[in-house]
């Protein structure tokens, strides 16, 4: 017996062996009609796999790319559409730059370190404090996602102290967070009559 793993990777593995097998059937025979007419079976046979896509623009397109990179684009037909170029999939995109910005607590997160900031220009009164509160409970929130033993409001409250450079600062005694609880769905229970099977 032989298993997968023992045999070559697929180019497409979405396609599966069967069909990788019909084109490299494809590339032995030797008459162009006759290797044109298998090469348009392949493709209708790999079009009937994802017939979801059928109405997707360029997907016949698409269907002869990926048949000319099975059989790694040595089959001569004649292509319906200009194919894709070997080199150009052989080309690395660009890297994308990633902001170099310092976080200083990962799990508050750069979202929570902009609002801070936002909330040091509020004028005093009502809505600065319901923001602090709102940025504060979120914080809460977001140290017992990554430590699940729980965490003391002054915590958090001295981390927002810091955070905001020492201008926002608030005690547990006046500025109490809400508890952030997890929710467990409870199991339903099940009559003992519904358990017990009739053989």
Not at 65 to 90: C, G, R, T
Not at 155 to 170: A, P, Q, V, Y
Request: contains cysteine; charged residues 35%.
């Amino acid at each position: 017996m032989e298993y997968n793993t023992q045999q070559r990777k697929l180019p497409l593995p979405e396609y599966g062996r069967s069909v990788q097998n019909m084109v490299d059937h494809a590339l032995t025979i030797e008459d162009r009609e006759e290797r044109q007419r298998c090469a348009n079976t392949i493709v209708n046979i790999m079009g009937g796999m994802f017939p979801h896509l059928r109405d997707v623009e360029d997907f016949k397109h698409k269907l002869w790319d990926h048949l000319a990179i099975m059989a790694d684009f040595k089959l001569d037909i004649d292509y319906p559409v200009d194919i894709v170029k070997k080199e150009s999939l052989e080309v690395k995109p660009e890297q994308i730059p990633y902001s170099q910005n310092n976080i200083r607590y990962r799990h508050y997160g750069r979202f929570v370190q902009d609002m801070i900031k936002i909330a040091i220009d509020y004028e005093e009164g009502e809505e600065k404090k319901q923001l602090l509160k709102l940025i504060a409970n979120h914080m809460k929130k977001d140290y017992q996602n990554w430590n699940k033993d729980g965490v003391e409001d002054q915590k958090i409250l001295d981390d927002l102290c810091e955070l905001s450079g020492g201008k926002i600062k608030l005690s547990a005694e006046d500025f109490h967070l809400t508890e952030q609880r997890t929710f467990t769905p409870r199991r339903r229970q099940v009559n003992n009559n519904q358990q017990k099977r009739k053989y």
